[in-house]
């Protein structure tokens, strides 16, 4: 098909999924695919349509009720927006311009980037990622509206903004106001939302907000100070009324892995809003290691087998970002699908892989992402031929080490080093630990016949059956 034609086309396709937008009916969902895989010349990305389709036609699957959940929040402007910012923009034109940009470039630019503009915060929460950076630094507005700039050039459309707390940079709005073609997901600690920022939010529309949320009261208190669930309850409440899309996201310790891989967690959470649930382990890279936090291989498996079953049986989107592994082939870093950038402009492979050789208010985007050390770090990936073994930081602490020595990268907050130099045999002896485990269930689960599998699943009936709804 020609150019000129498909280009006809691709618009008559975005037209006809918005008319349908208003209009909720399983049929509906099911031609929405259809129409979907029209935007697309990306196979990854039709293969992705695809797959949603087979679910929406999957007898009791509940991706149904998730597309219908997230339709009913949201207003008919607000469905248009997102389908405009998400879809259209993040999976269609900006990989179309990703590909353009590939031929250019010889690499291709990531779908996705992680801007932490300010590390302000209200909060002192226990293990956050942040607290080694001592000082509070935060990016001046010319920089960031800059870089958000270079983003859209690159096709680079779907920008998750942390911190410190968002809610809590001055220019959090204006960078929204000004990037309309990009969809934004904001992590908040919650307590700073009100009425007024969340009507807000939704007028802007190409918005996602994720609040984060350790368990019930006492867990969350206990990881972020005494009165914050309550505050979080009255954010929910909040989000609801303006009719924000929005999720939740838990830090995942030793001391609440079971709680927030629990089917009552879950529910909770789909009866206050949220649509989707975010799991990140928490990882001893702030310069004050507790490695008494870290969820044991027991615990980082059964947060795994949880997470496939809530995907079977609930109508929330969940991602476990490590244990994901497989369905990204392994390690994302360094720009191969997304990276950081910091407070301070140090453009980092990742949010906790706290090195890098450039800082965004010296370099372009585009140098940064070709700089020496995310070029080494894209030619060594996966780091681990088991995928549930993905990270350079806890499963495979050589690769860190390496990259460090081979790239001359710099820490780039004090006591960023301690896991390398001061506590290299601790990391060394939980990789370990992990990795027997979880090659056994890369053979058993995995890997049999399908480990070059491009869209990777566990083989059917795997584990799932053991998880209890608890
Ligand atoms: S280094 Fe680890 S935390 Fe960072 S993207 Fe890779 S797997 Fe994730």
Redesign the pocket.
């Known amino acids: 098909m020609g150019k000129n034609l498909k280009a006809i086309s691709v618009q008559q396709a975005a037209r006809a999924i918005i008319r349908l937008l208003p209009m909720i009916s399983d049929n509906n969902l099911v031609r929405l695919t259809h129409l979907g895989e029209w935007l697309s010349h990306d196979p990854e990305m039709i293969r992705g349509v695809q797959k949603v389709r087979t679910l929406l036609e999957t007898p009791g699957h509940p991706a149904k009720g998730l597309f219908k959940r997230v339709l009913g929040q949201l207003s008919a402007e607000g469905r248009i927006k997102l389908f405009e910012t998400l879809f259209n923009g993040v999976l269609f034109q900006g990989a179309s311009l990703r590909d353009d940009w590939e031929k250019k470039l010889g690499f291709r630019p990531p779908c996705i980037m992680i801007l932490s503009p300010t590390l302000h915060c209200n909060l002192r929460c226990r293990g956050c990622y942040t607290l080694g950076y001592g000082t509070k630094p935060e990016l001046p507005l010319e920089v960031t509206d800059r870089l958000l700039t270079e983003c859209e050039e690159l096709g680079i459309h779907f920008i998750t903004i942390l911190g410190g707390e968002p809610l809590v940079y001055p220019h959090l709005y204006t960078l929204l106001e000004r990037h309309p073609s990009l969809f934004f997901q904001v992590y908040t600690n919650g307590t700073l939302m009100t009425p007024e920022k969340a009507r807000r939010f939704a007028e802007l529309g190409n918005v996602v907000i994720v609040v984060s949320i350790e368990g019930d009261e006492a867990e969350t208190d206990a990881w972020r100070g005494k009165g914050t669930y309550g505050k979080i309850m009255k954010a929910f409440e909040v989000l609801q009324q303006a009719r924000v899309l929005f999720g939740t996201s838990a830090t995942v310790t030793s001391q609440n892995a079971e709680m927030v891989s629990s089917f009552p967690f879950i529910d909770r959470m789909i009866t206050l809003g949220s649509m989707a649930q975010m799991y990140f382990l928490y990882?001893p890279v702030n310069g004050q290691a507790d490695f008494s936090l870290m969820v044991t291989p027991e615990q980082r498996d059964l947060l795994r087998r949880q997470v496939l079953a809530v995907r079977d049986h609930r109508p929330i989107f969940v991602i476990d970002?490590?244990n994901d592994?497989p369905y990204v082939d392994?390690?994302?870093?360094g720009a191969r699908r997304?990276f950081h950038v910091n407070a301070q402009g140090d453009v980092e492979?990742?949010?906790?892989?706290h090195i890098a050789v450039d800082n965004i208010k010296e370099k372009t985007l585009k140098e940064a992402l070709d700089s020496p050390l995310f070029r080494h770090i894209r030619a060594c990936q996966p780091h681990n031929p088991n995928h549930l073994r993905?990270?350079?930081?806890?499963d495979n602490p050589q690769v860190m080490r390496e990259v460090i020595e081979k790239t001359g990268a710099r820490f780039t907050h004090p006591g960023a080093e301690e896991i390398f130099t001061v506590h290299p045999e601790k990391m060394d002896a939980y990789a370990a630990q992990w990795g027997i485990l979880a090659d056994r269930i890369w053979r058993e689960e995995y890997s049999e016949g399908r480990a070059d599998a491009e869209y990777f699943e566990p083989r059917a009936g795997a584990s799932i059956h053991h998880v209890t709804m608890r």
């Open positions: 990882i970002f490590w592994g392994g390690c994302i870093a997304y492979p990742c949010v906790y892989t993905p990270c350079m930081i806890i």
